[in-house]
Every structure is written in structure tokens, then in C-alpha cells.
């Protein structure tokens, strides 16, 4: 039974009478509309890559970033509507800034995706809200090892090995489950990212793309951040002669 266009999609704390919440999958389709987002838990930390499509030769150069900090151990991603994520980037940065205040520690990155969850899933309840239209990826390198977690538009959250969202999200999970993630170290596993970033990016819809890598793990002492430039364009290099030589076998075929 479909009921889009019969009333049941002007409210986000309206049922469907088959069951569904319109304003959540239409929250799902601004994410798979955005760039796609990589993250990968390796042996020794968690790595992102973010496809950032440019849709002018005006904008600045790393304006408009799809990576932050949430707090000097927690790195966060987004996929979907960047206005939205900053919300919820303000909102993350207090809530481990009030733990901290509380408890004297550092906010475990599992705390801090079960409050955003909470969050995320009010905006769900009411008529007079919407929605967050983007989904949400925490990472974090802590005492028992790396942790990622991902918190959908709903407000529903899952611990990943490695997870892809965005326009891309089926290919690049495709490439995901090839990999040994469990073997893989950090600076292999930004490699990697990278590669998937550039093997499913759509060169016809979306000519330019800004590539940003960051990770967090037992190679900076647990710390999120950005990769040197000296990793970033050994990862870029690596991913750009993957998709050469993969042209190339599919030439000669």
C-alpha cells in the first residue's frame, strides 16, 4: 500500500496506515542524494573519506568541510544536509563537554552516539519539527580498541566494522565486504578508503569532487585529525592508479 501524496507524509509524528513515517524516508533521501561517506574500522584505528562534490568553480577550496572533531578523541563524519550536521555538531560538542564537566573523563564515543541518537529521534516525535536530513558517523580509538557508530535520520544507531552512505552507498559497501578489515592497519586502511571515494565516484553527474581524509587511532595516540600531507597524497596517488589500472583491464576486455 503506498499512501505518498494522500496526506500521511505533512507530519513526521503521523503513521501511514501501512506503518511508515514519510518525513524519515524522506530524511533518507537527502543522505543518499549527498556524497558518499567511507569509514573503516582497521586493526589499529578507524579511517574516513569523505567525496565532497563541488557544484561551482567559485567555491573555496575546504570551505563547507564534511569532517569535524567532536572532541579531541572523537572524530564525526556526515552524509546529507551539511546545514543539519552542524546542528548536530554543536549539539554533540555539548553534550562531551558536559560529561567531562561531570564525570572528569572523556565522554566514551558509544555514550556520546546513544545521546545524539536520542536527539536525532525526537525530531521524529512531533508536527511542528522535521527531521534531520543527514546521517551521522562517530569515531573514536579507546582503551578496549577502535569504535565507529552511525546515527540515522530515525535516530536508530549501530556499531560498524565499516560502513559507506551517500549516493554511492551499495557500490562502495560492495568493496567494503572484500576487505579483511580486522588485518588491516590505519595508514592501509586510509589507502583503501580513498580508493573506494574515487572508484565510485560519478565522473558524468558529478565531474569535480574534493577528497577529504582523516583518522583516529593508536598512530596519534588516539587523537582525531586530519592525515599529514604526506599520507594524503600517497592515498590520493594510490587510489587514482587503482582506477587507472581498472580502466585499463576493462580497455583491453
Known sequence: MSSIG????????????????????YANKAVEASGTVVALRCKDGVAFAVEKVITSRLYE???????????????????GLLADARQLLSVARDEAKQYKYDYGVSIPVKYLADRLAMYMHA???????????????LAAYESDGPQLYGV???????????????KAQQ?????????????????????????IIYQVHDEVKDRMFELELSWVGQINDGKHERVPTRIFETAESYAKASLEEADDDDDEM
Open 6 to 25: 494522500s496526506g500521511y507524509d505533512l507530519s513526521a509524528s503521523q503513521f501511514s496506515p501501512d506503518g511508515r513515517v514519510f518525513q524519515v524516508e
Open 152 to 166: 540515522e535520520p530515525s535516530g536508530v544507531t549501530y556499531g560498524y566494522h565499516g560502513i559507506a552512505v551517500g
Open 61 to 79: 577550496s575546504g570551505s563547507s568541510k564534511r569532517i569535524h572533531n567532536v572532541d579531541k578523541h572523537i572524530g564525526m563524519s556526515v552524509a
Open 171 to 195: 557500490t562502495a559497501k560492495t568493496e567494503i565486504e572484500k576487505l579483511k578489515l580486522s588485518e588491516l592497519s590505519l595508514e592501509d586502511g586510509i589507502k583503501e578508503a580513498a580508493k
Open 123 to 137: 525530531y521524529t516525535l512531533y508536527g511542528f519539527v522535521r527531521p534531520f536530513g543527514c546521517f551521522i558517523l
